[in-house]
């Protein structure tokens, strides 16, 4: 079986903390997706926090926030679910299937990020086609 590390998206798109939600929204803009994973600082890498464009339209602009002040920390999910970079990948779709979650971020000791798995990484990089359609299925499904 393939480890988190081997279909994993490195090159990951991060902020901090402090950022303002419209720097973060450009970031989304610019980088064509749709969550924006918080580190402590660009040094350490230290995974603390996600923002998703979904966070935004609800914490923000439906409680009529400015976005020009509101400050990311103010907003992000801090209760994370992730694996681990030497994770066998069932550990990642598991995990995406019970919380129903669309990415998971892939981190090393301390938290320190390293990359993300999304739905179209198992789509694409796992050659187990029926498992990975039940994943993307249970993530899929809405809460009853």
Do not use: H, Y
């Amino acid at each position: 079986m393939k480890k988190c590390s081997d279909i994993m998206t490195r090159d990951v798109v991060t902020s901090t903390q402090e950022a303002t939600i419209v720097d973060v929204a450009q970031l989304m803009k610019d980088a064509d997706i749709g969550p924006i994973l918080i580190v402590d600082n660009e040094t350490s890498n230290t995974l603390v926090g996600i923002v998703t464009d979904r966070d935004i339209v609800l914490k923000v602009i439906a409680e009529g926030q400015d976005a020009r002040t509101t400050r990311v920390g103010e907003v992000m999910s801090k209760k994370l679910v992730t694996c681990r970079a030497d994770d066998d990948v069932d550990v990642a779709m598991k995990a995406m299937a019970q919380f129903q979650l669309r990415r998971i971020p892939v981190v090393e000791d301390n938290m320190r990020l390293v990359g993300i798995i999304s739905q179209a990484d198992l789509a694409t990089r796992v050659d187990a086609p029926e498992k990975t359609g039940e994943v993307v299925k249970e993530i899929s499904q809405e809460n009853t």
